[in-house]
């Protein structure tokens, strides 16, 4: 059967073998099925993302042999679409604006017996600003605090949310978790999750291929796929790529970029080689480099 799916990076470094190791997974699913391999730029954060790294990545990839079907998709080209699932969001009595730093969330944590944490390790958001009234929300944007916009979790829950797994097949979802998810951010017009589940459905993506990571907020996904009405793709989550001590491979750890090996006269081929390998190694554990 023949898949569409996608490599979707932020550029906000160069690309290394974790990042490869990612891409050769969904390129080598699409071109055995005869089916499609889309790239796309995933550069909403305005103070991390840099032109010159967006350009590194199509480099890197190419060099690979990794070809992609045009065009590329930059998401900073696409706020206004952002913008129209929030306003349809607003309208549905789905947002409510947070003015809460990180510090206050932090902050009033601490002040009580427990900390939670959603699934991909952020503070649980207790939910202050949800509980403004309406006058002193307005007071507050008629002052011009800034402010993010928050999913109203307990209006937005759907029951029996599932998506398919490869190898796994159904997984019940429990996007309740997260708490009042961000989906625009103070600094950014929309967040991750809203732009990555929007762009899966208008780029007709059918398989998503990505890291481990990554699964736990297929949950959050799959909840704004069903207030929107978006189709579900499934996912095929892979091991990550880990160093000889176990580790991650990151780019915030300086992980050996591919340009690095490049320069160190490593040719495609190998590092292809590599990836297969990894690839085959990689189910049930953590691929090495």
């Known amino acids: 059967m023949?898949?569409?799916?996608?490599?979707a990076p932020s550029p906000t470094g160069h690309l290394h073998l974790g990042h490869a190791f990612?891409?050769?997974?969904?390129?080598?699913r699409a071109r055995d099925s005869d089916g499609r391999f889309l790239l796309r730029l995933e550069d909403i954060d305005p103070t991390r993302c840099r032109p010159e790294f967006a350009e590194g990545i199509q480099e890197d990839l190419a060099w690979l042999g990794l070809d992609w079907d045009n065009p590329v998709r930059v998401q900073s080209r696409h706020l206004a679409e952002y913008q129209t699932v929030l306003d349809r969001l607003a309208r549905e009595g789905l947002l409510y604006p947070c003015f809460c730093t990180r510090s206050d969330v932090i902050r009033e944590l601490s002040a009580s017996a427990a900390a939670p944490h959603a699934p991909d390790g952020a503070p649980l958001y207790p939910g202050t600003c949800r509980r403004l009234s309406p006058g002193e929300r307005a007071d507050r944007l008629a002052a011009g605090e800034r402010f993010?916009?928050?999913l109203d979790m307990r209006a937005a829950l759907r029951p029996r949310l599932f998506y398919e797994e490869e190898a796994e097949g159904r997984i019940v979802c429990h996007p309740e978790a997260f708490g009042d998810v961000v989906l625009a951010r103070k600094d950014a017009p929309a967040s991750y999750h809203l732009c990555v589940t929007h762009d899966d459905a208008s780029q007709g993506i059918t398989l998503v291929t990505r890291g481990d990571d990554l699964r736990p907020s297929t949950d959050l996904h799959r909840l704004l796929q069903?207030?929107?009405?978006?189709?579900?793709?499934?996912?095929?989550?892979?091991?990550?790529?880990?160093?000889?001590?176990?580790?991650?491979?990151?780019?915030?750890?300086?992980?050996?970029t591919l340009r690095d090996m490049r320069e160190r006269g490593v040719s495609p081929q190998e590092i292809i080689d590599r990836l297969s390998r990894m690839e085959a190694f990689a189910h049930g554990r953590h691929a090495r480099t």
């Open 226 to 256: 069903a207030l929107m009405g978006w189709p579900v793709p499934a996912y095929a989550h892979h091991r990550l790529i880990v160093d000889a001590d176990g580790k991650r491979l990151a780019k915030r750890d300086r992980a050996m």
């Open 148 to 150: 993010a916009l928050r």
């Open 2 to 7: 023949s898949v569409t799916t996608r490599f």
């Open 22 to 28: 990612s891409a050769f997974n969904g390129w080598k």
